[in-house]
């Protein structure tokens, strides 16, 4: 019985020459359809990704704008701190 049903050709393994079934060389367009669905879904999340990149970016952006602002108050005010001082202290001398 087996020497019957490779004869037939019932096995799903490729021939000995290499060669692929002949039911996976014939072009099959649902295929092709599954892949262009999950090329468009791929460039669906893509974009998606890179919208949340980008108003991630903008928001760090905006973060730092506000840290280098506080930073430079709180540089300045030492200086102006230490004039209001000198000026304390010479009325104090007078």
């Known amino acids: 019985m087996q020497g019957a049903a490779a004869a037939a050709g019932g096995s799903d393994e490729p021939a000995a020459n290499g060669a692929k079934p002949e ?45 280098e602002e506080e930073q430079y108050v709180e540089a300045k005010m030492p200086e102006e701190a230490r004039s209001l001082m000198m000026k304390t202290s010479k009325r104090r001398k007078k």
């Open 23 to 67: 039911g996976q060389q014939q072009f099959d367009p649902s295929r092709m359809i599954g892949i262009i669905k999950r090329k468009a879904l791929i460039k669906e999340l893509a974009a998606a990704y890179h919208a949340e990149c980008i108003a991630s970016c903008k928001e760090l952006l905006q973060l730092q704008r506000k840290w």
